[in-house]
Structures are given as structure tokens and as C-alpha cells.
């Protein structure tokens, strides 16, 4: 159990389109999803916290109108990157939080989408 | 939130116990310590957590010292596949995990 996805996997666009990401919880529900960046041989960086039926809230220094989240339903989050620029390229990584469980924080992570921005 | 101080890198033999060390000495009465791993590529992996006493579950287990300040994770018998990028991270503020540089293991053979 406990299973997160993301699709697509790899993604690879040209400068100045965007493009989305899923996160999906496949066997429970998340009110609360994260949406995190991680550069080449950095370490990952929380970079919005998703809530189902809210607007996201955004770290500082992240660019809300770039980094578009939705979260529509329990286990749906997605992130679009609208107008990708090369230095957007990165691995993207989703967690979700399991609303069951609120003594702790268990989180499960997706597998990663690594985005490529020609 | 509180901050955590962990080496590096580590080599360890495979088929022998791994103990990774993580420092938290700012760390509040009311905060868990989570262990997290990522191997290469990959998001993110959950192993164990914990308050003060010390737990083990079919991954690992955790020790921490009898002040909080300090607490080691511990892979009884790694193999290759545990190779990975090790996080120490104290709990923060509305779920939020904070990563920091983490823990580089080899496990060799």
C-alpha cells in the first residue's frame, strides 16, 4: 500500500511551453500533497505544499504564476511549469501525506519526473 | 524547525551492520526524527521514525541517545541495494520535511 505515481516519468520540451506533471495517490487518500525540485547532486527543495480544495502555498522565492498547482481531488495533485525555460530542467518530486494517519508525518514520495527544457 | 548534522559519505561492507549517525541538538520536546533514503534517481523512501524510544521495523532500526540530541539509524546487515543518499530530518512546521544534505552510503561488496 501507500503507493505514489507521477506521470510522465521524463519529459523533454521545447523553451517557452508548459508542461504538466500528476501526482496521484493510488491507494489512499491525501488532502495534503508537496511538490519538491531537486537539482543535479543537490538535495531536494520543498517548493509548494498542495491542500485538495485550497490554493497552494509556495516557499519563498518560487514564482506562483510559473509553478501552477491543482489540487482537485484526494489523490490528484498537479504541478504545470508554464513557459519552461532551460534552466527549469530538473527533477520534479511529489510526496503525499496520508490523511489517516495524523499522529505522524509519513509521507510517500513519487518516483520523480525528470524535466528536460530545450 | 530544528537543524541536523550528518557526515557526508560512508563506506560500508555489504552483508555487515551499516550505523549512521545524525546530530540534533536543538531538537524540541515535541519533534520526531525521520529517516528518509533516496537511491539515485528516485524519489524518496520512508524508513522508520521516532519520538524517544528507540524503534526498529523490518527496514531499520533507530537509536536515540537519552537527551534527543543525537541519533543513529541502523541497517543490521546492508546489502548493495541500500546504497543511497540517507536523510536525518526533524519534524517541521505544518508537515513540511526539510532535506538537507543527507548521508551518502556505499554499500560495497
Known amino acids: 500500500g501507500a503507493v505514489v505515481s507521477q506521470h510522465p516519468s521524463r519529459v523533454i520540451c521545447k523553451s517557452g511551453t508548459s508542461v504538466k506533471i500528476e501526482c496521484r495517490s493510488l491507494d489512499f487518500q491525501a488532502t495534503t500533497m508537496f511538490w519538491y525540485r531537486q537539482f543535479p547532486k543537490q538535495s531536494l527543495m520543498l517548493m509548494a505544499t498542495?491542500?485538495?480544495?485550497?490554493?497552494?502555498?509556495?516557499e519563498q522565492g518560487v514564482e506562483k504564476d510559473k509553478f501552477l498547482i491543482n489540487h482537485a481531488s484526494l489523490t490528484l495533485s498537479t504541478l504545470t511549469v508554464t513557459s519552461a525555460h532551460p534552466e527549469d530542467s530538473s527533477f520534479y518530486i511529489c510526496?503525499?501525506?496520508?490523511?489517516?494517519?495524523?499522529?505522524?508525518?509519513?509521507?510517500?514520495f513519487g518516483p520523480g519526473t525528470r524535466l528536460t527544457v530545450l | 524547525d530544528a537543524k541536523t548534522t550528518q557526515p557526508t559519505s560512508m563506506d560500508c561492507a555489504e552483508g555487515r551492520a551499516a550505523n549512521l549517525p545524525c546530530n540534533h541538538s536543538?531538537?524540541?520536546?515535541?519533534?520526531?526524527v525521520y529517516w528518509y533514503r533516496q537511491i539515485h534517481s528516485q524519489g524518496p523512501q520512508y524508513i522508520i521514525h521516532?519520538?524517544?524510544n528507540n524503534e526498529t521495523n523490518e527496514m531499520a532500526s533507530l537509536i536515540i541517545t537519552e537527551d534527543r540530541k543525537s541519533s543513529t539509524l541502523i541497517l543490521p546487515h546492508a546489502t548493495l541495494r541500500d546504497t543511497a543518499v540517507y536523510y536525518c530530518i526533524v519534524r517541521v512546521r505544518d508537515y513540511k520535511l526539510s532535506f538537507g544534505a543527507g548521508t551518502t552510503v556505499t554499500v560495497r561488496a
Open positions: 536543538t531538537i524540541s520536546g515535541n519533534e520526531y
Open positions: 498542495s491542500n485538495e480544495g485550497s490554493k497552494a502555498t509556495y
Open positions: 510526496s503525499a501525506r496520508d490523511a489517516s494517519k495524523s499522529s505522524y508525518n509519513e509521507q510517500f
Open positions: 521516532g519520538l524517544k
